[in-house]
């Protein structure tokens, strides 16, 4: 498939945004490092929206008509593309009201803030999840028809997300041990499923070929004419090609820089970064993950490629 920027920011913005969030909250629950204040949950929670919004408005720049863009919304029961969009929509006023009542620290309205932030962390994942399925349901890309990808999603979000609110604790001048647990577990578990995922695909013989798509099975089958001499919509978008060599170098980018790299400094200092060690262990992370969603549209084979001259798909 061919890989738009514009696609790739979103989904790498919008769930490290969301998972941000979702563990602002547990960090707001269980008290991690000592807790933060209801200032630093609001501040928390405006860089997690500063997220959300800058992937969900880039989201629009991919459609050919933006203006059209409200249709999304009309498919919820059918489409995981217009649950996403619904369930990103109902998130914000819940969540912010989690942060209006974070901020105001009101004793007597505890409960209900409390409560609002369960619903808005549920609703960010419902969210990613949905935002992996829209992959994840095509059975015509046999690299996204799997769990493994909302899986992905739903890790890879949460991992960079904790590795922000260890810069945030940082900031805050909370104690950072929790916070590196709290990243390390994020990071070890995202690095196992993206490895499980990277075995998975490559897995030969696994996808459909021109004889299972045609019926011949008992004979090599060749297609002799595509019936076009210049490159369509079909080859363009769906066609995508990329030489193995690029794509085992940019695997090892993504797991040295979005993993390796993280996981190494956390260990050298001892769970306890700067302020801007944090900031820069987030950043690797984050210039890791967009070379992984790039990978994850590059190396996407439709199934329509095998009647433009591809064997296997």
């Known amino acids: 498939m061919h890989p738009a920027f514009s696609v790739i920011f979103f989904t790498v913005s919008s769930g490290a945004g969301f998972g941000l969030f979702a563990l602002l909250y547990f960090t707001d629950?269980?008290?991690?490092?000592?807790?933060?204040?209801?200032?630093?949950?609001?501040?928390?929670?405006?860089?997690?929206?500063?997220?959300?919004?800058?992937?969900?408005?880039?989201?629009?720049?991919?459609l050919a008509n933006p203006k059209n863009a409200w249709r999304a919304f009309s498919r919820f029961r059918t489409s995981w593309l217009s649950r996403e969009g619904v369930f990103s929509v109902a998130f914000f006023p819940v969540a912010f009201g989690y942060l209006v009542l974070s901020w105001f620290s009101l004793a007597n309205l505890e409960v209900?803030?409390?409560?609002?932030?369960?619903?808005?962390?549920?609703?960010?994942?419902?969210?990613?999840?949905?935002?992996?399925?829209?992959?994840?349901?095509?059975?015509?890309?046999?690299?996204?028809?799997?769990?493994?990808?909302?899986?992905?999603?739903?890790?890879?979000?949460?991992?960079?997300?904790?590795?922000?609110?260890?810069?945030?604790?940082?900031?805050?001048g909370l104690d950072l041990q929790p916070f590196a647990y709290l990243a390390g577990s994020m990071l070890i578990i995202a690095g196992l499923l993206k490895a499980i995922y990277y075995f998975w695909i490559a897995e030969p013989g696994a996808g459909p070929s021109i004889q299972t798509a045609t019926g011949f099975t008992r004979a090599q089958v060749r297609l002799l004419d595509a019936g076009h001499t210049h490159g369509t919509f079909l080859t363009q978008e769906f066609g995508f090609q990329l030489a193995r060599e690029y794509a085992l170098a940019l695997k090892f980018f993504v797991f040295a820089i979005g993993f390796i790299v993280p996981l190494g400094l956390l260990i050298i200092t001892s769970g306890k970064p700067s302020l801007t060690l944090s900031a820069l262990i987030a950043g690797l992370a984050l210039a890791g993950l967009v070379a992984e969603r790039w990978l994850f549209f590059a190396e996407a084979r439709h199934v329509v490629n095998l009647y433009h001259g591809s064997q296997r798909c």
């Open 29 to 62: 629950v269980l008290k991690l490092g000592g807790g933060l204040s209801g200032e630093q949950i609001a501040a928390t929670g405006a860089i997690a929206f500063f997220f959300i919004i800058g992937g969900l408005l880039s989201s629009v720049l991919h």
């Open 112 to 172: 209900v803030r409390l409560g609002l932030g369960l619903v808005a962390t549920a609703l960010a994942w419902i969210t990613v999840f949905s935002t992996g399925m829209i992959y994840g349901c095509l059975k015509t890309i046999r690299q996204w028809n799997t769990p493994l990808v909302p899986a992905n999603y739903l890790a890879l979000g949460n991992f960079s997300g904790a590795l922000m609110l260890l810069a945030v604790a940082a900031w805050a």
